[in-house]
């Protein structure tokens, strides 16, 4: 199947009967799982050229289409309720949008699929989120692969440290630069640099930020490396694949080269350029061994590159670029800054109404308990950015799910708009009122939803203002 088929296909518009709906999403579960398969054929080679132990196609997926359907491959252990196999598909199966539930512990990875995506870019995508499942599978008591990393540390990240990104641009582009180098020598050289001016930079860090950049490199940027890598294994046998491989590809370059700029995402995001480039750069220098000492010896990537090309002062034409790069460092937070108020601004401006969640009256472990570290962003002023959402827990039980919202860092205190015309209110069991503009009211036993706000808590101060709602959770 061509890439423009497989778009078009998750770009029809579906009929509006139940049949109809039914046979689209069917359809394009069909689809999904040809790709699957095709990519599966190839399992051996990926095992063999991409990651030992790897099986792509005996790793749990489930492949969700937003507004379509669900499809799940290589499931571990019983079939989620509702789902039925797909004919002509060996250990597949497919849902309509219906929600999935499984339990805990299941080594499954899940993949969002946009209808604008190429063939090349599913797949790549695929192989890396099926590497997750592979990790979850090689996991062992006291060690570090499979584990990930404190994805925490993405709200206090020193992304504002002028020093710090400065740094960090270089390092990238000697990395890049180590990887394009005509020679292995070069390559070396560049890759020496690159170390030596890490592990100045790391040595100015505190340890958990340092742990912090080490795991998500193992992670995330294996993860990368192995949708990188594997696309090209693809590629070479199989011609369909190569224009998106090497988009893929020259996108992970770009990123190393613009570290300071674009992205939309939490820092986060540079794990998986940086922790692929190192791999693709450790295939060059040291062959496939490299891969199990990532396993065997729970080595970090950078401590192996670092074993592979040895170690070297920073130079002084090294110096001069890191000096220039503090210029261009600060004009790019600077221009951060200014974006991330924006988009703080667009997640409160959705509707009239601020609804706010005060925990400054709880007494008890407050914390999340669900949140998506690739779109948590700092705005560098004492507040988060969660641009899809957060759950909140106290005593680690959830009461509160929300959608877009931003957290004051200091009170805790988290805000997110709310369309009223969708607010239901009961308290004790009993659909209510929200209380009149200008007054407060304590309630017990309160549940409210709005659209993809859920709030439900003991007991809990409800104040309205003109534009705002407050709720003050209370013991």
Same mark, same amino acid.
């Given at each position: 199947? /061509?890439?423009?088929?497989?778009?078009?296909?998750?770009?029809?518009?579906?009929?509006? /009967?139940?049949?109809?709906?039914?046979?689209?999403?069917? !359809?394009?579960?069909?689809?999904?799982? @040809?790709?699957?398969?095709?990519?599966?054929?190839?399992?051996?080679?990926?095992?063999?050229?991409?990651?030992?132990?790897?099986?792509?196609? #005996?790793?749990?997926?489930?492949?969700?289409?937003?507004?379509?359907?669900?499809?799940?491959?290589?499931?571990?252990?019983?079939?989620?309720?509702?789902?039925?196999?797909?004919?002509?598909?060996?250990?597949?199966?497919?849902?309509?949008?219906?929600?999935? @539930?499984?339990?805990?512990?299941?080594?499954?990875?899940?993949?969002?699929?946009?209808?604008?995506?190429?063939?090349?870019?599913?797949?790549?995508?695929?192989?890396?989120?099926?590497?997750?499942?592979?990790?979850?599978? #090689?996991?062992?008591?006291?060690?570090?692969?499979?584990?990930?990393?404190?994805?925490?540390?993405?709200?206090?990240?020193?992304?504002? !440290?002028?020093?710090?990104?400065?740094? =960090?641009?270089?390092?990238?582009?000697?990395?890049?630069?180590?990887?394009?180098?005509?020679?292995?020598?070069?390559?070396?050289?560049?890759?020496?640099?690159?170390?030596?001016?890490?592990?100045?930079?790391?040595?100015?860090?505190?340890?958990?930020?340092?742990?912090?950049?080490?795991?998500?490199?193992?992670?995330?940027?294996?993860? #990368?490396?192995?949708?990188?890598?594997?696309?090209?294994?693809?590629?070479?046998?199989?011609?369909?694949?190569? %224009?998106?491989?090497?988009?893929?590809?020259?996108?992970?370059?770009?990123?190393? *080269?613009?570290?300071?700029?674009?992205?939309?995402?939490?820092?986060?995001?540079?794990?998986?350029?940086?922790?692929?480039? =190192?791999?693709?750069?450790?295939?060059?220098?040291?062959?496939?061994?490299?891969?199990?000492?990532?396993?065997?010896? !729970?080595?970090?990537?950078?401590?192996?590159?670092?074993?592979?090309?040895?170690?070297?002062?920073?130079?002084?034409?090294?110096?001069?670029? =890191?000096?220039?790069?503090?210029? %261009?460092?600060?004009?790019?937070?600077?221009?951060?800054?200014?974006?991330?108020?924006?988009?703080?601004?667009?997640?409160?401006? *959705?509707?009239?109404?601020?609804?706010?969640?005060?925990?400054?009256?709880?007494?008890?472990?407050?914390?999340?308990?669900?949140?998506?570290?690739?779109?948590?962003?700092?705005?560098?002023?004492?507040?988060?950015?969660?641009?899809?959402?957060?759950?909140?827990?106290?005593?680690?039980?959830?009461?509160?799910?929300?959608?877009?919202?931003?957290?004051?860092?200091?009170?805790?205190?988290?805000?997110?708009?709310?369309?009223?015309?969708?607010?239901?209110? /009961?308290?004790?069991?009993?659909?209510?009122?929200?209380?009149?503009?200008?007054?407060?009211?304590?309630?017990?036993?309160?549940?409210? #939803?709005?659209?993809?706000?859920? =709030?439900?808590?003991?007991?809990?101060?409800?104040?309205?203002? %003109?534009?705002?709602?407050?709720?003050?959770?209370?013991?």
């Amino acid at each position: 199947m /061509t890439a423009s088929k497989l778009t078009l296909l998750l770009c029809m518009t579906p009929l509006f /009967t139940n049949t109809a709906q039914a046979q689209f999403a069917r !359809d394009t579960a069909t689809s999904i799982a @040809r790709l699957h398969a095709a990519v599966a054929e190839h399992d051996a080679v990926l095992e063999h050229e991409v990651w030992p132990g790897y099986h792509f196609g #005996q790793l749990g997926l489930m492949y969700i289409i937003p507004g379509r359907a669900k499809v799940l491959v290589s499931w571990p252990g019983d079939p989620p309720a509702g789902t039925q196999a797909l004919e002509g598909f060996n250990n597949t199966r497919w849902i309509d949008t219906s929600v999935v @539930r499984w339990p805990g512990g299941l080594p499954v990875a899940t993949l969002a699929i946009s209808p604008r995506q190429s063939r090349a870019a599913v797949a790549g995508l695929a192989l890396h989120e099926a590497f997750h499942a592979f990790e979850f599978t #090689q996991r062992e008591p006291g060690r570090r692969f499979g584990r990930g990393e404190n994805a925490l540390v993405t709200s206090r990240y020193p992304i504002f !440290d002028v020093e710090n990104e400065a740094a =960090i641009l270089v390092e990238n582009q000697l990395l890049r630069s180590a990887l394009a180098a005509k020679t292995d020598v070069e390559a070396r050289r560049d890759a020496q640099q690159f170390l030596a001016v890490r592990q100045r930079r790391q040595a100015r860090l505190d340890s958990t930020v340092v742990n912090f950049e080490k795991a998500a490199e193992q992670h995330e940027g294996l993860a #990368q490396y192995v949708l990188l890598r594997g696309l090209a294994v693809l590629a070479e046998r199989d011609a369909s694949y190569r %224009d998106g491989a090497a988009a893929e590809l020259r996108a992970e370059k770009e990123l190393l *080269a613009n570290s300071l700029g674009g992205t939309n995402l939490s820092v986060r995001r540079r794990a998986y350029a940086t922790g692929s480039h =190192i791999g693709l750069l450790l295939d060059r220098l040291a062959g496939a061994s490299w891969k199990q000492r990532v396993m065997r010896d !729970d080595a970090w990537l950078q401590d192996i590159l670092a074993s592979v090309v040895g170690s070297a002062a920073v130079s002084s034409a090294t110096e001069a670029r =890191i000096r220039s790069a503090n210029t %261009d460092a600060s004009i790019a937070i600077a221009a951060l800054r200014t974006r991330r108020a924006l988009q703080r601004d667009s997640v409160l401006a *959705a509707t009239s109404v601020k609804l706010s969640l005060d925990p400054s009256a709880l007494s008890g472990r407050f914390d999340w308990c669900g949140f998506d570290p690739q779109n948590l962003l700092a705005t560098g002023s004492g507040q988060l950015i969660h641009t899809r959402f957060v759950n909140l827990c106290i005593n680690n039980r959830r009461f509160a799910s929300l959608g877009p919202a931003v957290e004051d860092q200091f009170s805790g205190r988290v805000t997110t708009a709310v369309d009223l015309a969708l607010v239901k209110l /009961t308290v004790a069991g009993s659909a209510v009122s929200l209380p009149p503009i200008g007054t407060s009211v304590t309630v017990d036993r309160i549940s409210l #939803q709005a659209g993809d706000i859920e =709030i439900d808590l003991p007991r809990a101060v409800i104040a309205r203002g %003109d534009k705002t709602l407050l709720i003050l959770p209370t013991n």
